[in-house]
């Protein structure tokens, strides 16, 4: 079956670490895949979208994704965290089957001053 | 500035009632989705609408039905059918062109009294 999976459930970090957050896809074919961004109780921001080309795809707020195609991955990555990037983090792969996204379970962002 | 509204932002459901989400877009978009967001399992479908007078039951459509009568309005009703519906709802929508991703609203919490 199609599915994306995020392996972290949870991911702490320091300010000014760098983060690297795991995506890997289950697709027969290389499908569409994004990165959105959560606040708690709010609704999903996108962060960065891949479609083909360029495999290092640059979005908002200084995140950058890395699709690799041998190894079924599309992880997010940033430099250097700031305290205002807590939050939750999915990755979702489009299915052109009734235009629907999958989204992986997420993962949880904490950034400790 | 277009986008998508979500109402009420807190919603409080008695045992055997019927409530309804609402979900209104003025971005003209063709496509409408719902999801229920659970901690730890991401995003699910519930239904989706391509067109208006159309809508297709998603992965978790048991206990829920839609209607899809105007274009801009995309309303969900949880009905007493539905066991467990405390969670976080999203409403989505695309504008049908495989180079842009969902945008969504900012989400109505459902809790049981």
């Known amino acids: 079956a199609q599915s994306v999976t995020q392996p972290d459930i949870h991911i702490t970090v320091s300010e000014g670490a760098s983060l690297e957050l795991r995506c890997n896809y289950s697709?027969?074919?290389?499908?569409?895949l994004f990165w959105y961004v959560q606040s708690p109780g709010q609704g999903l921001q996108l962060l960065l979208k891949?479609?083909?080309?360029?495999?290092l795809v640059q979005g908002i707020k200084g995140f950058e994704a890395e699709f690799k195609r041998s190894q079924s991955s599309f992880n997010l990555r940033k430099p250097s965290v700031h305290w205002s990037d807590a939050a939750e983090y999915f990755c979702a792969a489009f299915t052109g089957g009734g235009n629907k996204l999958t989204f992986g379970t997420g993962t949880q962002l904490k950034v400790e001053l | 500035d277009g986008g998508i509204t979500q109402s009420p932002k807190y919603l409080f459901r008695k045992e055997g009632q019927n409530v309804t989400l609402s979900c209104e877009q003025n971005l003209n978009h063709d496509a409408m989705y719902w999801y229920r967001q659970d901690p730890g399992q991401g995003l699910r479908l519930i239904y989706y609408s391509q067109i208006v007078n159309d809508f297709q039951k998603g992965d978790i459509a048991e206990g829920y039905s839609v209607s899809r009568e105007k274009k801009e309005s995309f309303p969900l009703t949880v009905t007493s059918a539905q066991k467990n519906p405390t969670a976080f709802y999203l409403c989505a929508s695309w504008a049908g062109r495989h180079q842009e991703t969902q945008y969504f609203g900012p989400g109505t919490r459902l809790l049981v009294l």
């Open positions: 697709y027969g074919a290389t499908p569409y």
């Open positions: 891949y479609f083909s080309g360029d495999t």
